[in-house]
């Protein structure tokens, strides 16, 4: 009795351990279905990021204009300069001139005064000689007639008409005197008044030479003030790309997210049919590092002169398994819920050796894994080494098994010193733990 009792207990939780499964296989694949694939969402991401290298390729385009528009300015802004000590240095010149001009006009005025004074003295001189004659002729003193028959012998009327000529000959001379130096003063007045109307002249082609420099200035003003205004158009430009920028951003982080939800979908729905054989760990395909699938299997061999090994050994020396293989809780954005390995707590710097000996496929960073590497063992076997301070081999390059090729470090998306150890068959990942003794 009691044995039918616990064979219908088990039967009994056989049958709901069915109906479970079987409740799981009819939603997940609605899940997944009713969401895009993995796949397509990468193909979105791509192209947000083809968006991204579009905007990037505009902000540097405006980048170079605005740089030109700079130098432009800055070459404005040195001629504007130049006209500036032209217009200076034409300034200067211009009341130079206005000086003279100034000095001219009083000499001109002085010499004028001079003129007058002569014409004065000069006519006063003529009138005073005209006076003179009159009344001589009225006195009866200054005859011609008289001074020839009022002589009283003839020395006294040579003596007369001596005195009569020198009379005549001193008015004559003072007046000749004074018609010369009015006519200096004439020649002189002249002459400063031609220099006069030069420096006039130049003064007028001056202020014609100033019109067209403060012109010229006037519009590299105004030159300038149109080139700033198409910088700060150029800079808000700028600003609005990189606000669109920052928008494709946050939407590729969005994508992210729903392409790590759909390949745990994936994954879930794949786990809901997938039946795991007896001598294997279930595996998930591979993916690299980057995100992309990739098959290390590759067909390089390992190699006569390198030691592969048919065991695995433990690439490090380490103090507990703090994350095993399978589904997980993120622990850290960015991080894969589904962990395709196991990570080794380290203390930094602990040598990383090659589990098996093989090819180095790569040796390369990523965002996520950091520093890795990752070794093809030619029999359809391959593994990888993440978060590494640093590694000491290089793409193309055979290692033995044992052979360092790096040091455990917390490079990438990590929280702590470790090593994430994975190993692939044939273009997935299989678990660890059921190829090297970990536990």
């Given at each position: ?5 616990r064979?219908?207990?088990i ?40 968006d991204?290298?579009?905007?990037k ?10 740089q ?7 070459d404005?802004v ?15 010149e ?28 000069f ?40 005195m009569v ?9 003072r007046l000749?005197e ?24 130049t003064?007028t082609e001056?202020?014609s ?15 300038i ?17 990189e606000?669109e920028d ?21 994954w ?7 039946v795991?054989p ?45 994350s ?15 962990h ?8 930094a710097?602990t ?14 960073y ?26 000491v ?10 052979q ?34 970990l536990?």
């Amino acid at each position: 009795m009691k044995n039918r009792k616990r064979l219908v207990s088990i039967l009994a939780g056989v049958m709901a351990a069915i109906m479970l499964l079987t409740l799981l296989i009819s939603i997940l694949p609605t899940r997944a279905s009713a969401a895009a694939s993995s796949s397509e969402i990468r193909k979105q991401i791509n192209s947000l990021q083809d968006d991204r290298k579009d905007i990037k390729n505009q902000i540097s385009e405006l980048q170079v204009q605005y740089q030109a528009t700079s130098d432009e300015i800055a070459d404005i802004v040195a001629r504007k300069n130049v006209i500036d000590q032209e217009i200076g240095l034409l300034h200067a010149e211009i009341i130079n001139i206005n000086e003279q001009i100034s000095a001219y006009s009083v000499l001109i005025a002085d010499q004028q005064e001079e003129l007058d004074a002569a014409e004065a003295r000069f006519d006063q001189l003529n009138e005073d000689c005209k006076t003179r004659i009159r009344a001589m002729e009225e006195e009866g003193t200054v005859s011609y007639w008289a001074v020839l028959f009022k002589a009283n012998s003839f020395s006294d009327l040579l003596d007369r008409l001596n005195m009569v000529e020198e009379i005549a000959s001193s008015d004559t001379r003072r007046l000749q005197e004074l018609s010369d130096a009015a006519q200096r003063v004439e020649d002189a007045q002249a002459e400063l008044a031609g220099e006069k109307a030069e420096l006039e002249g130049t003064r007028t082609e001056l202020d014609s030479t100033q019109k067209e420099l403060d012109a010229k200035r006037q519009e590299a003003d105004d030159l300038i003030v149109q080139l700033i205004a198409k910088g700060e158009e150029l800079k808000l430009q700028q600003e609005d790309l990189e606000a669109e920028d920052e928008e494709l951003l946050a939407q590729i982080a969005q994508k992210e997210q729903e392409y790590n939800e759909a390949k745990l979908e994936e994954w879930l729905a794949y786990m809901a049919t997938y039946v795991p054989p007896t001598t294997v760990a279930p595996s998930v395909p591979i993916s690299d590092p980057n995100g992309s699938n990739s098959n290390n299997s590759g067909s390089n061999s390992s190699g006569s002169d390198v030691t592969v090994g048919s065991s695995w050994l433990v690439p490090c020396s380490y103090k507990k398994i703090s994350s095993p293989f399978g589904f997980r809780e993120s622990p850290t954005s960015g991080a894969s819920r589904y962990h395709q390995g196991v990570d080794l707590a380290a203390n930094a710097g602990t040598p990383i050796v090659a589990s098996r000996g093989g090819t180095v496929t790569i040796a390369s960073y990523s965002n996520s894994a950091g520093y890795y590497v990752t070794i093809n063992h030619g029999d359809g076997f391959s593994s990888i080494y993440m978060h590494m301070t640093n590694y000491v081999v290089s793409s193309g390059q055979k290692v033995n098994q044992g052979q360092t090729i790096g040091y455990v470090g917390s490079t990438g998306i990590s929280t702590g010193n470790h090593l994430h150890f994975g190993i692939a068959q044939n273009g997935a990942y299989v678990n660890p733990c059921s190829y090297v003794s970990l536990y």
